[in-house]
Structure formats: C-alpha cells, structure tokens
C-alpha cells in the first residue's frame, strides 16, 4: 500500500510497562530500540512487537544510532558513555564502551560509511569518535549543552544544535566552524523563572539535500509550567537562508523529533501537556496539513525503513506503530 | 509558661495540630465566666430601625462618658490634664473626622470663631461630620477594620470601595453593614460588593472563621481550633466551631459563565472537632460565643432552592450564613456592640479600651469595662449609627484634653520628669495585663495617634498645595466646559470630594504602598528606614516642595519679613504658632541664607518630617 | 549518621568523571581580611544567610539522590568530603565542601502549596501571623543601631509578605530588587549636602521638642529611629554602587545569582543580620531535569564561593546558613519530564554558625517516597534555626498586650543537627 500519511492509524500498541524515552529503526528494519526511565534498553522484533529488555547503562538513554550495516547498535546515556552493543546477539553485552562526555551524552550519529560516530553533550562539546571507540576530534564552539547532532549524508559536514537554538556546521575533516545556523524563536530565556529554554532538539535533511529542518519549541510563555508550541525552522543548504518557519498553533507541546518522508512530507513528533501528536507538514507551507492524535504524551520517534511505519515512544510505557497508509481491509 | 507548653507538647506532638498558633495572652489569675457580661440572652428590647432613630431623641452619651473617666481618675488620685487649646483641637479633630489637617485658612477661621462663640467646636464637629470627606475617611477606616489591607481581586477594590463609600454617605449603621457582608454570595452583581470579606479571603475556612471572631466579635479564637486555648481559659474550641458552623456548610462556586467566583451553599453537614491535647471529641451547632446555639428549622436537612452540582451554585431552603449575619446583628450579641465600640474608641482616643483590639477575653478585660459596657448599650439604642457614637466621643472631655500630660515649666520640670516616668510605667504596666494604671494613663490626657497612610497622604498634600491646587484647575476646567451650570456644581462640596479623591488616588496610594503594614486596624506604631527615605529622597515630596504656582513654597516665598514667614510657615504645616526658640532658629536660617528659595523648602520639609506632623496630638 | 573528622580530605570518587576544579585552598589569613571582614568576625554579631530555592528543588537532584530507583531519574549520587554521604552530581562543588555542611532528609511539611510551604518554613508554623525568620534574628540579633535594616531579601519576585507579623515594623525585610540599591536611597540632585544636614539637624530638633512634650516618647522615637536607619543607609549606598572586582565575578560567576551572592556577602560583612538570596527557576513541573542542569549548575559553584569567603574571613562561625524551598518535588516524573510539587519527603541544608557540619540527620525510603527516619517538619526547624543562633526558640515574643512563643510550642529543636 503506498504511503498516505492522511490516513495514517495505529497499527500497534507494545507494552514494555515503564516510562519510555528514545527510540530508533535499526537499518535493515528487523527491529527497534528503545529506552526506558529504568535505564534498562529493548529491543522489539519490529514485525511480531517480542521484545528483550536489558540493563545496559547507569542512568536514562535518550538518543540511539546504528553503524550503516545495522549488526551494531551506539546508545547514548545521562551517565557520560555511549555503548556499542551488537544489534542482533541474543543477550547484548557491550562491544565498545566510551566515556564521551562530562555529563550527558543526549544525542549521536554515525556517517554515511560508517567510519566516524559523532556525539554531543552537556559539556557543550561535540565529539567524533572511530567506530573502535577512539576520540578522533573534539569540537568546542557551543555555549550550551548540545541537544542533536546529524551527519550530512555526504560526509562533509557534521551538524550540531544547542539549547540556544544554534545549530553548527562543521568541516568533518578539518574540525573547522564552517557556518551556524541561528534558529532564534527555538530559544527563549525567561527572566522572571531565570531559565534558558528550547533547544535544536532534532535536525535533519530533505531527501533532495536542499532543505534542513529542525524542531523544537516556541511561544515558551511558562517553561517550568510546560506552556509552549512546537516549531520547526527550514533552511536552505545552499544559501544558509531561512526559508519558513512551521509553528504547530494551538497545540501545547514539544516538537521531539523530525524525519522526511518520501513523499516530501515533514513528519515531526509533539509530546507536552497537550498530549502526543504526529504532525505533517509540506515543505512549502506554514502550517500543518494533517495530524494524528495518540493516546499519550510521546517522548520519541523512528520512521521504519520502509519509510510507511512509524514508532512513537510514549509516557505511558507502551511503544505505538502507526501506518502511513490506508488500512488494511 | 513556655516551657510547661513545650513538654505539654511532647506529650501530643504524634498528634496533628493543623494549626499550631499557640497565642499566649497573658491571662489574669482566676476563673471568670466566659465573656461574663453576656450571659445567655438578657432581656433586651429589639434593635430599632436606624432610620427611626432620631439623634435629638437619644439621651446624651458624653457627660456619662466624663462621669466615669472622671470618677476613675478621682479614684487614683490623678488630675486630667488641661483642655486642648483651640490650635491642638483643631488640628486633632480635623484629622480623626475627616482624615487631614485642617488648611490654615481652616484654621484661622477656627481660632477666630472659637475666641467668640462657646459652641465652636460642637458646630465644627457637626460640620465636619457632614462633610463628604468624612466620607471618604470612614472608608478609609472600615475597609481596613475589614479586609485589613489584604486586597484581592475577586471584587474589585474600587467597587468595595465605592460600595464603603455609599453605606457612610447614607450613614448606615454598623448592623446593616456587617449583616450585608455577613450574608453576601457575591451572586448578584450589585450585592457583589460587600462579598469581598469572603472572596477576598478565598472563603478559607479557617481565615474567615478567625476573621468573623475578630473583625466582628473582638476575639482571636485561632489558638482555639486545635484545642481549648491553652492560656485563655475563656476561648474554647467549641466558641471556634460555633462560628465555623455557620460558614462550614458554604464553599466558592465559579460561575463558568462569567468566571466569577461566588458562595454557594449546602443544606447538611455538621461540624465536628478534636483536641490535639486531649483528644477530647466534640461537636457543635451554629452559636456565637456564648449566646444559645441556633437549630436547623425542622425538615429543613437537604432541602434546597437550587441543588448544588458542578453547574449549579447551591442555595439551601434555610441558610446557616444567612444565620450567622441575623445572629451577629441581634440586639442581644452585646458582644459585636463591645468590639466596634472598641474600634471606634481606639480610632477617636488613640487606644482601644480592650487592647490589642481583638483580644477582648475574661483575663484581658476592657481597661474600663463598664466604660466600654456603656458605648456598646448606647451604640445597639441609638441603631448601631457609628456616626452618632464618634460625635458623642469627640464632644468629651476625655477626647478633648491636652495631649501634653504635664504643662512642663521650667521651674517644676525636675517634678514633671517624676510624673512622667511614673506614667510611663503605668503604660508598661498595662501592657502585661493590669487594667487599673492603663485606664488612668488612657484618659489623664490625650493619647498621640500616629496619622494613617492616608491621613498623611492628605495632610501633606493639603499643606503643600496640591490639593488646592488641583482644585482650583479642576474647577476651571469644568466651569470652561460647562460655564454657569460647571461652576455650580464645581462648588459642589460633595462633587469636590468626589473629584479630588479620583484626582489624587495615585498619590494616596504611593504612601499607602511606603506606610501601610499589612494587616488591620492597630494602635501601635512603628517606622522603618523606606518611610523615612521617602520623605527625605522620594521623588513625589520632594517635587511638591518646589516654588510652582499655588504651591505653598511659592507662598511663602512672598513673604519678605523673615519673622512673618516663620509665624506663617508654622501655621501652616503645624497650624501653631513657632516658639521663640524656633522662631529665632527660623529667622537665623532665613537670614543666613544665599538661596532663599532652597531654605524655605528645606524649612516646609523639616517641619512636614517632623514627628509633630507624623502623628496626631 | 556520619560525622566528618578529616577536614580537607575529598573523597577521591568526588572527581571521578574529572569536571570538578580544584578545590580552592582555603587560606583564613588575618592579614587578608578587609576591614568590614574583621569588624563583622570581632563584633561578635551573629547573623543569616539564607539561599532559598524558589519554586521547590527537587530532593532527588539534590540532597536525597535516589538513582537507580523507580523514581530515582537520570542523575547519578557522587561522594563528597564527607565519607559515608552522597548527594546529586548536579552539586559537585558542595561535595566538595559537605564537611562544612549538613543535611536534613526527612521533612515532612503536609504541604504540596507553594505559598503555605514558604509560610511554613519562614515562620515554623503551618498557619497564622507569625514573624518570617529573617525577622525575628533582625529583632534578637541586630545590634541597637544597626549600620543596614536587619532582613533584607534580594530577589525580582515574590510576594509582599507581612514578614515582621507583631513584631516592630523596622524588623520586617526590606526587599532589594536584585542588586539594586534600595528605593529612594539616592538624594535628588538639587538638595546640597549641607543644606541636606541643616535641614535634617532643624527636623531632628522639632522632633526631641514634640518628644518632651507628648505623652509617648516610645512613638517618637521609633520615628526618630527610622531616620536614623535610613541615614545609616544612605551612608552605604556604596555598596550598592560599587561594581563587584572582576575577580570576584571570575569566581561567582556574571550571571544576576552570582551578582546578588556578592552583594549578599557585602551586606553581611557590613552589619546586615539576615540576608536572603532568592534562586528563581525550581517550579519545574517540564523538563525537571534539564532545569535542574541549569538552575543547580549556576547555583552551586556560585554558593560555594559565597560559603568559602566567609569560611575564610572567619564570619561562618557567626553565621548560620541556610538552603532551603518551600517544599521539594515528587517522587513520580510526570509526562513532561517534570516534577510536581511534593512536600512529604524534603530535605534542607544548612551550615556554620551553631550548626554540628558534615550531618545528615533522619532518611526516607528506597524509592523517596516518604519519610522513613526521625520526621520533622518546618516547626522543628524553626527552633533548630534559632538555637544554632543562641536564642532560646522556646522563650517568649513579648508584646504589648501579650507573649507569644518564639517557636511552635508543640515543636522541637533537631538536636542531632546542633553543634
């Protein structure tokens, strides 16, 4: 059936029993990763939804990325390590144990061929590390902690987004500062709560190489209290310009992650006090053309390679498949 | 007393106490019946209409007043203090009336009325209670005595205010207020108002069952609600529960229309309570104090007008609140009378007959309680008409003695100092609870009052000019619009006030926001360090001063002979005349001199931030 | 319950992960004492530092770790100074420095409502007009003419509390808006300095005269008082005026926490007796966690060195700190990462003057849900506050009319926590 995200329903609801957090696809679509607030990992065979858990690091896992075989699976934890296990082993024992940061690792990303796994942290730095766990560079340039990071698909450039909703774009060779992105409105300082908020919390790239998207949040008018609207910003590569800014009006939440869709479509996960959403939006327009209510607050999001199912972590401790198509009779 | 508390207190302390507020009045020996002189229900005649009572029909009350403010300072063998002169009463009664210093030509006109005419000062009396700034003052003072400068937006403070304002002008009577309060639901939009007492304090049962009993009753029974008062043998649980009774059966119901919140109201439920030191149960119908507890009518239990659910405001068939305002306004609670009496004492005399004002308990009685029996009796006759009680007051000798207890001359001042400091002690005395020096050092001579925020605020401004001046553009302003018709009415009195009082609200409320503590009606004073830079930094004070036109520097600036300024220059701030000492000083500053301008204002500003000015004498 | 001996001995797990610097060396040197320093350590006064932590930290990220737990959340407990005790790793210089501090792990306040919790904990008592802390040591620790007002409370919000209660109003905190000096500190511009003192002496004169001739000479000069505070004052606006050294700034940090630390070490070695810094930004009811980064990362680094320098200069014996909220945060990590108002299980900190450091007094369960060892509440603290202090919480406020317990009468001093 081809992909119709208009259409798009649940198609499962996994129960693992506890808060979730992260999740991802691993390459060859066989299964999905996820994390908890028990720090323990699963692992879900993403066709039957059987499912293995594991304690794996000290403290919560909230980003996952895979070497481009798929056999090698890189979480990133809050207790300042990321941990290569191998994907499909019976009982995952770590291949490779990093101490990456001071402080949380919240995101990493592995290149097109494989040879270089980038993280980011709390300790505002950014790190590029050989696929044996060997720190190859360390970029220093954030004023804050670093909330994502994203390999260009050609390999040139590294990207890196912070609280202050700055994104990075580095030379990967050469370790050099090649441009920032400013994405202003996905940061705000509250004076009155004395706290900086927002953040780049996801980044990535149209399937064309032209358009980079992130998302986050705006309109942050209560952060202690969870007052705010998602909102993505499009760039062009090219040229560096914004392009638009896609604010998700009236829906009280945080744009968690953001993936394009082989149609074009921006898929882009909200979870908040408003509830848990996927929202869709076209590149060429401001506002969202469809939307999906789920049954929680969601924490995290993966597309399956199949680029039609989707996993969507939940508060609620359930993992949810939706389908981007019409359903089956 | 302490320390027994404290091991009393481990005994108990696995219990919970939800409120531990132990106050510790110091209690006279003995047991004396709770609130002796309201036992049961005397025989009293039913309150009169207030309408229909007429002042010229009431028996005078301030020779009575004299003949025992008299016959106790005969029994301790002291002598009054002298009359005030016709200066310190004008100042006095202008301020405690109608809330500011008398203007100098106010005072003038005074002086020289008051040299040829012995009814002077009753005539002025009369006319300042008329006045509609009396209105304006006794807003003042009932919505401290009320909400005790807390504020709160459920009822806007203008509408409150503006409904404070109407109930003086058309002189209602204290029942009549505290009934419309008492019962108020905020419901309907006119009656909303007087529901600030409830609104306001969000309707927590615990802050308006504590409030009821002091506002209205003089007795703090917050002590009381976890157990009998461990020190007042007289505030018991059940006297905390017997008001929590009427009001436990109400609870805050928003409106989801206009989102305003109001009183609704259940038909059943009974309140029970528990001593935290005895474990003791008991339970309790609706009763103020000791009066007899109120019944619910038979078949009356769950029995409503409007059924309460989420939508529905509950309006029962009978109405325990709607009780409590009957039974607190009833000609037999004595008790209400005693405590606005009391009020209404301090205000006038400076210190409440019951001291602190809501503490009135068998073991802190009245310095004079048949003083106080007396003003409470005559208050419920004359239809609870506060304006008739203040009158009464002012037109006393007590109220109109000398504030200098001792004249101090040179030669006896060795004796004065004597005299003084045994006085003094008296007043330390009476502070740990003995009634008898108290009185005498309460009615020997006038007590110093320390001037309200807003008295202050007024005063200043009537001294500098500002509300002259403000008066004066104003009433152009409208004679310029309306020609003959404008000006007519800009010699309106009541339009002046009225006018004024919007005009130079923003001014009253910057030294309301420097002078005010929170909390309510009180006799003490105190100061701190931002009151006294804002007098002498503060931006609003400080530009008054300057020589514009109406201005009182500008005034004075007129005046080329350096004693003829001094005299004038002491009339106006203090309305007296300078002695020789400050008139010498005076006239050395002025004469000295390089920026006259700079001297006269540095002169106003020194007299104006003097304690002569701060308080009332 | 342990009980540090070895001074400056920090565990070496403390820098495990290597993102701690090094421990300042502590040099208590007479010589390096500014003169306000040495007056404040010889007056003999006793004072408050009070590091209040708006909105409700959370204990889990601070003092009561519970990692590995259900609740216990992402961050991790690390040692400190003291064997034996571990807090949050988002307090990694306080580690440092635990053996000059202790901990109380088992509040219960029955509370979960910001305004009674601060009520409660300013005051002792759950309900009714009671005197805040800052208040009462301004009226039983401030000398008879104190240089500065006795409770000031730097913040830029909050409520207008009526701190003083009964007690005299010049006892009630005067608030400062973030470092700035206080309202009308300044003389206009247009009043000379000498025509200020001439008209100041002429007023100061009517005043006595109205004194000797009223009958209440208490009234006047509670009025006379108030000038001359205000007097004192103005003397001090240098404090307010000076930009802090640029050393200073290195070390507590350029953020407004950082600057209102520094005036609040100024004041105190300047004859304030209780001074309260106000940390906005716990109420995290979103991104518990994240905020916690922030708001614990600017508040720690930034305490400590206000906490060295007056270890240093000696003024910590005399002086009593306190970090404490209105209450703490639940146990359950909400939908949005956050943290709610929770005030069953709450832990505060406190050191130096009066207080026995390296404590941990009382504990709560596994899964810090609830108190499980030597409950107390806010009450109880009171009165430990006070005793530390050296004034008897159990005499009696005497004011006209009559006396009023100084703490709960139905509460206790913590006297593990007393030194």
């Given at each position: 059936?081809?992909?119709?995200?208009?259409?798009?329903?649940?198609?499962?609801?996994?129960?693992?029993?506890?808060?979730?957090?992260?999740?991802?696809?691993?390459?060859?679509?066989?299964?999905?990763?996820?994390?908890?607030?028990?720090?323990?990992?699963?692992?879900?065979?993403?066709?039957?939804?059987?499912?293995?858990?594991?304690?794996?690091?000290?403290?919560?896992?909230?980003?996952?990325?895979?070497?481009?075989?798929?056999?090698?699976?890189?979480?990133?934890?809050?207790?300042?390590?990321?941990?290569?296990?191998?994907?499909?082993?019976?009982?995952?024992?770590?291949?490779?144990?990093?101490?990456?940061?001071?402080?949380?690792?919240?995101?990493?990303?592995?290149?097109?061929?494989?040879?270089?796994?980038?993280?980011?942290?709390?300790?505002?730095?950014?790190?590029?590390?050989?696929?044996?766990?060997?720190?190859?560079?360390?970029?220093?340039?954030?004023?804050?902690?670093?909330?994502?990071?994203?390999?260009?698909?050609?390999?040139?450039?590294?990207?890196?987004?912070?609280?202050?909703?700055?994104?990075?774009?580095?030379?990967?060779?050469?370790?050099?500062?090649?441009?920032?992105?400013?994405?202003?409105?996905?940061?705000?300082?509250?004076?009155?709560?004395?706290?900086?908020?927002?953040?780049?919390?996801?980044?990535?790239?149209?399937?064309?190489?032209?358009?980079?998207?992130?998302?986050?949040?705006?309109?942050?008018?209560?952060?202690?209290?969870?007052?705010?609207?998602?909102?993505?910003?499009?760039?062009?590569?090219?040229?560096?310009?914004?392009?638009?800014?896609?604010?998700?009006?009236?829906?009280?939440?945080?744009?968690?992650?953001?993936?394009?869709?082989?149609?074009?479509?921006?898929?882009?996960?909200?979870?908040?006090?408003?509830?848990?959403?996927?929202?869709?939006?076209?590149?060429?327009?401001?506002?969202?053309?469809?939307?999906?209510?789920?049954?929680?607050?969601?924490?995290?999001?993966?597309?399956?390679?199949?680029?039609?199912?989707?996993?969507?972590?939940?508060?609620?401790?359930?993992?949810?498949?939706?389908?981007?198509?019409?359903?089956?009779? | 007393?302490?320390?027994?508390?404290?091991?009393?207190?481990?005994?108990?302390?696995?219990?919970?106490?939800?409120?531990?507020?132990?106050?510790?009045?110091?209690?006279?020996?003995?047991?004396?019946?709770?609130?002796?002189?309201?036992?049961?229900?005397?025989?009293?005649?039913?309150?009169?209409?207030?309408?229909?009572?007429?002042?010229?029909?009431?028996?005078?009350?301030?020779?009575?007043?004299?003949?025992?403010?008299?016959?106790?300072?005969?029994?301790?063998?002291?002598?009054?203090?002298?009359?005030?002169?016709?200066?310190?009463?004008?100042?006095?009664?202008?301020?405690?009336?109608?809330?500011?210093?008398?203007?100098?030509?106010?005072?003038?006109?005074?002086?020289?009325?008051?040299?040829?005419?012995?009814?002077?000062?009753?005539?002025?009396?009369?006319?300042?209670?008329?006045?509609?700034?009396?209105?304006?003052?006794?807003?003042?003072?009932?919505?401290?005595?009320?909400?005790?400068?807390?504020?709160?937006?459920?009822?806007?403070?203008?509408?409150?205010?503006?409904?404070?304002?109407?109930?003086?002008?058309?002189?209602?009577?204290?029942?009549?207020?505290?009934?419309?309060?008492?019962?108020?639901?905020?419901?309907?939009?006119?009656?909303?108002?007087?529901?600030?007492?409830?609104?306001?304090?969000?309707?927590?049962?615990?802050?308006?069952?504590?409030?009821?009993?002091?506002?209205?009753?003089?007795?703090?029974?917050?002590?009381?609600?976890?157990?009998?008062?461990?020190?007042?043998?007289?505030?018991?649980?059940?006297?905390?529960?017997?008001?929590?009774?009427?009001?436990?059966?109400?609870?805050?119901?928003?409106?989801?229309?206009?989102?305003?919140?109001?009183?609704?109201?259940?038909?059943?439920?009974?309140?029970?309570?528990?001593?935290?030191?005895t474990s003791e149960e008991g339970g309790t119908a609706p009763r103020l104090l000791d009066l007899p507890p109120i019944a619910d009518p038979e078949g009356?239990?769950?029995?409503?007008?409007?059924?309460?659910?989420?939508?529905?405001?509950?309006?029962?068939?009978?109405?325990?609140?709607?009780?409590?305002?009957?039974?607190?306004?009833?000609?037999?609670?004595?008790?209400?009378?005693?405590?606005?009496?009391?009020?209404?004492?301090?205000?006038?005399?400076?210190?409440?007959?019951?001291?602190?004002?809501?503490?009135?308990?068998?073991?802190?009685?009245?310095?004079?309680?048949?003083?106080?029996?007396?003003?409470?009796?005559?208050?419920?006759?004359?239809?609870?008409?506060?304006?008739?009680?203040?009158?009464?007051?002012?037109?006393?000798?007590?109220?109109?003695?000398?504030?200098?207890?001792?004249?101090?001359?040179?030669?006896?001042?060795?004796?004065?100092?004597?005299?003084?400091?045994?006085?003094?002690?008296?007043?330390?005395?009476?502070?740990?609870?003995?009634?008898?020096?108290?009185?005498?050092?309460?009615?020997?001579?006038?007590?110093?009052?320390?001037?309200?925020?807003?008295?202050?605020?007024?005063?200043?401004?009537?001294?500098?000019?500002?509300?002259?001046?403000?008066?004066?553009?104003?009433?152009?302003?409208?004679?310029?619009?309306?020609?003959?018709?404008?000006?007519?009415?800009?010699?309106?009195?009541?339009?002046?006030?009225?006018?004024?009082?919007?005009?130079?609200?923003?001014?009253?409320?910057?030294?309301?926001?420097?002078?005010?503590?929170?909390?309510?009606?009180?006799?003490?004073?105190?100061?701190?360090?931002?009151?006294?830079?804002?007098?002498?930094?503060?931006?609003?004070?400080?530009?008054?001063?300057?020589?514009?036109?109406?201005?009182?520097?500008?005034?004075?600036?007129?005046?080329?002979?350096?004693?003829?300024?001094?005299?004038?220059?002491?009339?106006?701030?203090?309305?007296?005349?300078?002695?020789?000492?400050?008139?010498?000083?005076?006239?050395?500053?002025?004469?000295?001199?390089?920026?006259?301008?700079?001297?006269?204002?540095?002169?106003?500003?020194?007299?104006?931030?003097?304690?002569?000015?701060?308080?009332?004498? | 319950?342990?009980?540090?001996?070895?001074?400056?001995?920090?565990?070496?797990?403390?820098?495990?992960?290597?993102?701690?610097?090094?421990?300042?060396?502590?040099?208590?040197?007479?010589?390096?004492?500014?003169?306000?320093?040495?007056?404040?350590?010889?007056?003999?006064?006793?004072?408050?530092?009070?590091?209040?932590?708006?909105?409700?930290?959370?204990?889990?990220?601070?003092?009561?770790?519970?990692?590995?737990?259900?609740?216990?959340?992402?961050?991790?407990?690390?040692?400190?100074?003291?064997?034996?005790?571990?807090?949050?790793?988002?307090?990694?210089?306080?580690?440092?420095?635990?053996?000059?501090?202790?901990?109380?792990?088992?509040?219960?306040?029955?509370?979960?409502?910001?305004?009674?919790?601060?009520?409660?904990?300013?005051?002792?008592?759950?309900?009714?007009?009671?005197?805040?802390?800052?208040?009462?040591?301004?009226?039983?620790?401030?000398?008879?003419?104190?240089?500065?007002?006795?409770?000031?409370?730097?913040?830029?919000?909050?409520?207008?509390?009526?701190?003083?209660?009964?007690?005299?109003?010049?006892?009630?905190?005067?608030?400062?808006?973030?470092?700035?000096?206080?309202?009308?500190?300044?003389?206009?511009?247009?009043?000379?300095?000498?025509?200020?003192?001439?008209?100041?002496?002429?007023?100061?004169?009517?005043?006595?005269?109205?004194?000797?001739?009223?009958?209440?000479?208490?009234?006047?000069?509670?009025?006379?008082?108030?000038?001359?505070?205000?007097?004192?004052?103005?003397s001090q606006k240098p404090l307010f005026d000076a930009e802090p050294s640029a050393k200073d700034v290195e070390r507590y940090g350029s953020h407004p926490?950082?600057?209102?630390?520094?005036?609040?070490?100024?004041?105190?070695?300047?004859?304030?007796?209780?001074?309260?810094?106000?940390?906005?930004?716990?109420?995290?009811?979103?991104?518990?966690?994240?905020?916690?980064?922030?708001?614990?990362?600017?508040?720690?680094?930034?305490?400590?060195?206000?906490?060295?320098?007056?270890?240093?200069?000696?003024?910590?014996?005399?002086?009593?700190?306190?970090?404490?909220?209105?209450?703490?945060?639940?146990?359950?990590?909400?939908?949005?990462?956050?943290?709610?108002?929770?005030?069953?299980?709450?832990?505060?900190?406190?050191?130096?003057?009066?207080?026995?450091?390296?404590?941990?007094?009382?504990?709560?369960?596994?899964?810090?849900?609830?108190?499980?060892?030597?409950?107390?509440?806010?009450?109880?603290?009171?009165?430990?506050?006070?005793?530390?202090?050296?004034?008897?919480?159990?005499?009696?406020?005497?004011?006209?009319?009559?006396?009023?317990?100084?703490?709960?009468?139905?509460?206790?001093?913590?006297?593990?926590?007393?030194?």
């Amino acid at each position: 059936m081809a992909l119709d995200v208009t259409k798009t329903h649940v198609l499962h609801e996994w129960k693992y029993g506890k808060p979730m957090i992260a999740c991802r696809y691993e390459p060859q679509g066989r299964f999905l990763f996820s994390s908890s607030e028990d720090y323990s990992l699963q692992r879900w065979n993403a066709e039957s939804g059987e499912k293995i858990a594991w304690e794996a690091h000290d403290s919560w896992v909230r980003d996952f990325a895979f070497l481009p075989d798929g056999e090698t699976v890189i979480s990133a934890g809050c207790d300042d390590r990321i941990i290569f296990w191998p994907t499909a082993a019976e009982k995952p024992e770590p291949k490779v144990e990093v101490a990456a940061h001071k402080g949380w690792v919240r995101c990493v990303d592995v290149n097109g061929d494989g040879s270089l796994i980038a993280s980011g942290g709390n300790d505002r730095l950014v790190k590029l590390w050989s696929p044996d766990g060997k720190l190859v560079k360390e970029l220093a340039g954030h004023e804050r902690d670093v909330y994502s990071v994203f390999f260009h698909p050609d390999g040139r450039f590294l990207l890196s987004g912070d609280l202050d909703g700055k994104v990075h774009q580095w030379e990967v060779a050469t370790g050099k500062l090649a441009r920032t992105f400013e994405a202003k409105d996905l940061h705000s300082y509250n004076g009155g709560q004395g706290v900086h908020y927002g953040g780049i919390r996801d980044i990535t790239l149209s399937a064309d190489k032209k358009t980079l998207a992130m998302t986050g949040l705006h309109k942050a008018s209560n952060p202690l209290g969870a007052v705010n609207e998602p909102l993505n910003y499009l760039f062009d590569w090219e040229s560096g310009k914004e392009v638009r800014k896609q604010p998700a009006d009236g829906i009280k939440g945080i744009g968690t992650n953001i993936d394009f869709l082989s149609d074009g479509t921006e898929l882009v996960a909200s979870g908040g006090s408003g509830g848990g959403y996927l929202l869709f939006f076209k590149a060429g327009e401001e506002k969202h053309f469809h939307n999906l209510k789920l049954k929680d607050t969601v924490r995290g999001m993966s597309v399956h390679p199949d680029g039609l199912r989707v996993a969507t972590t939940h508060y609620d401790g359930h993992i949810r498949i939706s389908k981007m198509t019409e359903k089956a009779a | 007393m302490s320390r027994w508390l404290h091991q009393r207190a481990d005994d108990v302390c696995s219990l919970r106490c939800s409120v531990t507020a132990l106050c510790v009045v110091v209690a006279l020996a003995g047991k004396v019946a709770a609130f002796a002189d309201a036992p049961g229900r005397p025989d009293v005649p039913p309150l009169p209409e207030p309408a229909t009572v007429k002042q010229q029909d009431l028996p005078l009350l301030h020779p009575q007043i004299d003949a025992l403010v008299d016959a106790s300072l005969a029994a301790s063998g002291v002598s009054a203090a002298e009359p005030a002169s016709d200066g310190e009463f004008v100042r006095r009664i202008y301020l405690d009336l109608i809330g500011r210093v008398p203007g100098v030509d106010e005072t003038r006109e005074f002086l020289v009325d008051a040299a040829a005419n012995t009814d002077a000062r009753t005539q002025l009396i009369d006319r300042l209670l008329d006045s509609p700034e009396h209105v304006r003052r006794m807003q003042y003072v009932l919505d401290e005595m009320i909400m005790e400068r807390r504020g709160g937006a459920n009822v806007p403070d203008a509408e409150w205010k503006a409904w404070l304002r109407q109930s003086v002008a058309d002189n209602r009577s204290w029942s009549w207020i505290a009934n419309e309060i008492l019962s108020a639901d905020g419901a309907e939009t006119e009656k909303r108002p007087p529901a600030k007492f409830y609104l306001d304090r969000d309707f927590a049962s615990e802050v308006v069952t504590r409030d009821v009993g002091r506002v209205f009753l003089g007795v703090d029974l917050e002590c009381a609600q976890c157990h009998d008062h461990p020190n007042i043998e007289t505030y018991l649980q059940r006297h905390y529960y017997g008001i929590n009774a009427f009001l436990s059966r109400s609870y805050v119901f928003t409106d989801a229309k206009s989102k305003k919140k109001m009183l609704g109201e259940k038909a059943e439920g009974e309140v029970k309570f528990t001593s935290v030191f005895t474990s003791e149960e008991g339970g309790t119908a609706p009763r103020l104090l000791d009066l007899p507890p109120i019944a619910d009518p038979e078949g009356t239990a769950g029995e409503y007008v409007a059924k309460p659910d989420k939508t529905t405001r509950g309006v029962p068939k009978y109405s325990r609140r709607q009780q409590l305002a009957e039974q607190m306004t009833a000609p037999e609670n004595l008790d209400f009378r005693r405590n606005i009496a009391n009020r209404i004492w301090a205000l006038m005399a400076g210190r409440g007959l019951v001291e602190p004002l809501d503490v009135r308990h068998a073991g802190n009685p009245a310095a004079h309680p048949e003083l106080l029996s007396l003003l409470a009796e005559r208050l419920r006759d004359s239809g609870d008409d506060l304006r008739w009680l203040m009158r009464e007051i002012a037109l006393s000798n007590a109220y109109q003695r000398s504030s200098s207890p001792i004249e101090v001359e040179a030669s006896d001042a060795a004796d004065a100092q004597v005299v003084q400091a045994s006085l003094d002690e008296a007043a330390e005395t009476s502070d740990e609870g003995s009634s008898e020096p108290a009185a005498v050092a309460d009615f020997q001579a006038a007590r110093i009052k320390p001037l309200s925020p807003e008295q202050l605020a007024w005063s200043v401004m009537q001294v500098l000019g500002v509300t002259d001046r403000t008066l004066a553009a104003k009433q152009a302003e409208l004679a310029k619009k309306d020609g003959d018709a404008g000006a007519k009415k800009a010699d309106d009195p009541v339009w002046q006030e009225q006018m004024l009082g919007e005009a130079l609200k923003s001014n009253v409320d910057q030294f309301a926001a420097q002078f005010a503590g929170q909390g309510g009606q009180k006799t003490g004073f105190d100061a701190t360090a931002n009151q006294a830079l804002f007098l002498i930094n503060g931006s609003l004070v400080q530009g008054w001063l300057e020589p514009i036109s109406g201005s009182l520097t500008e005034r004075l600036l007129k005046i080329e002979d350096n004693g003829q300024l001094a005299d004038e220059l002491f009339l106006c701030v203090l309305g007296r005349q300078p002695n020789a000492e400050e008139a010498a000083e005076f006239q050395s500053v002025l004469g000295g001199a390089d920026d006259r301008t700079q001297a006269v204002k540095d002169l106003i500003w020194a007299l104006l931030a003097s304690a002569e000015f701060r308080f009332n004498h | 319950m342990a009980r540090n001996i070895g001074c400056n001995v920090i565990d070496h797990a403390v820098s495990r992960r290597g993102f701690l610097g090094a421990a300042s060396a502590a040099a208590t040197v007479g010589g390096l004492l500014t003169p306000a320093q040495a007056e404040a350590v010889q007056s003999g006064q006793k004072r408050i530092l009070q590091l209040f932590l708006q909105g409700g930290v959370s204990q889990f990220e601070s003092w009561d770790p519970k990692p590995g737990t259900k609740y216990g959340g992402p961050f991790r407990a690390i040692s400190t100074s003291v064997p034996g005790t571990q807090i949050c790793e988002l307090l990694p210089h306080t580690a440092q420095r635990m053996h000059q501090v202790s901990i109380v792990r088992s509040i219960n306040l029955k509370t979960n409502d910001h305004g009674q919790g601060r009520l409660f904990m300013e005051k002792g008592r759950r309900a009714g007009e009671f005197p805040y802390i800052g208040s009462v040591a301004a009226k039983y620790l401030s000398p008879k003419n104190p240089p500065l007002p006795g409770y000031l409370h730097i913040t830029t919000r909050g409520l207008t509390d009526n701190t003083n209660a009964f007690l005299e109003a010049q006892h009630a905190q005067m608030r400062l808006e973030g470092v700035q000096a206080p309202a009308n500190l300044a003389r206009p511009d247009k009043v000379a300095d000498e025509a200020a003192r001439r008209r100041e002496e002429i007023r100061s004169r009517l005043s006595q005269r109205f004194a000797g001739r009223s009958g209440q000479k208490a009234f006047v000069e509670s009025f006379e008082s108030s000038f001359e505070l205000a007097d004192r004052l103005m003397s001090q606006k240098p404090l307010f005026d000076a930009e802090p050294s640029a050393k200073d700034v290195e070390r507590y940090g350029s953020h407004p926490f950082g600057q209102r630390c520094i005036l609040a070490r100024k004041l105190l070695e300047n004859g304030a007796t209780c001074v309260k810094v106000t940390h906005h930004g716990y109420d995290t009811h979103a991104e518990n966690f994240n905020f916690h980064l922030e708001q614990l990362g600017e508040y720690d680094k930034t305490a400590c060195m206000l906490l060295d320098d007056l270890h240093d200069s000696g003024m910590l014996d005399s002086t009593l700190v306190m970090i404490y909220s209105e209450f703490g945060r639940t146990p359950k990590v909400n939908q949005r990462y956050g943290r709610d108002h929770w005030g069953a299980s709450v832990s505060v900190a406190a050191g130096g003057c009066g207080i026995k450091p390296g404590v941990v007094v009382g504990s709560t369960n596994p899964e810090g849900t609830e108190v499980a060892d030597r409950e107390v509440d806010a009450g109880d603290l009171f009165h430990t506050w006070f005793q530390a202090l050296g004034i008897d919480s159990t005499a009696d406020h005497t004011i006209p009319g009559k006396t009023i317990p100084i703490g709960d009468p139905t509460k206790a001093p913590i006297e593990e926590l007393l030194a």
